[in-house]
């Protein structure tokens, strides 16, 4: 085998589909665990004060996951639809480019948003902290991060969606 039979064995549409698909977990991933991380970091430091505000604590350390997720299911429907858990599709390279660059938004947009996100509920921490009936204005305030990661989600799933192997 030669290595340009090689590379043409590795650099197929489909893989570079995957590539996408690993792409958008991974990356919106190490956002969304990096910013849980940080909520928790700075949940300790109330619960070791109130363990009461436990719950409370609790809802805005999992807000920065949600990129995660997103990427997750933007890797899962690019999954789907090049067959790879029915019946594979084979595709072109440009096909397959399609979808590699599909997985980006969720992927870069993903992993910051989670990490900034993670700032403003660590800041909504210190909030209930000192008045534990602010919860809601904690939440708020992170929601509103989350917004750039569903907009990112959207331009992630359209072209995945609305892609047809072959036409």
Same mark, same amino acid.
């Given at each position: 085998m030669t290595f340009a039979d090689f590379l043409s064995s590795i650099f197929? =549409? &489909?893989n570079l589909a995957l590539a996408g698909a690993a792409i958008a977990v991974i990356v919106a991933g190490m956002g969304s665990a990096k910013g849980?991380?940080?909520v928790g970091e700075a949940s300790a430091g109330l619960l070791m004060e109130d363990p009461s505000k436990f719950g409370k604590a609790l809802i805005l350390q999992a807000l920065p996951g949600t990129q995660g997720i997103y990427g997750l299911i933007t890797a899962f429907v690019i999954v789907l639809k090049i067959g790879l858990l029915g019946t594979p599709a084979s595709l072109t390279i440009g096909? =397959?480019?399609l979808l590699f660059v599909a997985? %980006?938004?969720i992927a870069?947009?993903?992993y910051f948003s989670a990490i900034k996100q993670a700032r403003v509920a660590a800041a909504g921490i &210190?909030?209930?902290g000192k008045h534990p009936d602010e919860l809601g204005k904690a939440i708020t305030a992170s929601a509103l991060v989350e917004t750039y990661a569903i907009f990112a989600?959207?331009?992630s799933l359209l072209p995945v969606? %609305? %892609?047809t192997p072959g036409a």
């Open positions: 197929t =549409g &489909n849980v991380g940080m096909e =397959g480019a997985a %980006f938004p870069i947009v993903g &210190n909030l209930i989600l959207l331009i969606l %609305f %892609f």
